[in-house]
């Protein structure tokens, strides 16, 4: 199955599009599902040592997924808002930093 997704830039910033595309061995649905459901997304989303919460899942068009990601003595927060979504074949969103509430925040490692 190819799989592809998407990523706009931080708000304020000109819009930066990344592709990713990868071939794998396993039934569509279920690659869909290890791309939507929360569930499913904390074993791998995130770098190890890393443990993710789900805070909010609405995994739908306008949609968003609210989780914390939890490695050290920081705690960060982000999101994605869903835009498309064609089951199982297609899933366009925009992964952002957030705050606490699920608000766009800018990169909180970041200056300037």
């Known amino acids: 199955m190819r799989e592809t ?3 706009v830039g931080d708000p304020g910033m000109e819009p930066r599009v ?3 595309t990868r071939t794998f061995e396993a039934p569509r649905a279920l690659v869909f599902r290890l791309w939507t459901e ?19 899942e609405d995994v739908r068009p ?12 920081q705690q960060y927060w982000a999101r994605f808002a869903y835009r498309e979504i064609t089951p199982p074949e ?3 969103w925009v992964n952002s930093f957030a ?7 800018p990169m909180p ?3 300037g």
């Open 18 to 20: 990344f592709k990713l």
């Open 62 to 73: 306008g949609g968003i997924l609210h989780y914390a990601m939890d490695g050290g003595p």
């Open 109 to 111: 490692y970041m200056d």
């Open 99 to 105: 705050d606490e509430q699920g608000n766009v925040a």
């Open 5 to 7: 997704g998407g990523v």
């Open 90 to 92: 297609r899933l366009v």
């Open 38 to 56: 929360g569930e499913h997304l904390r074993h791998w989303w995130l770098p190890r040592g890393t443990t993710m919460r789900v805070l909010h």
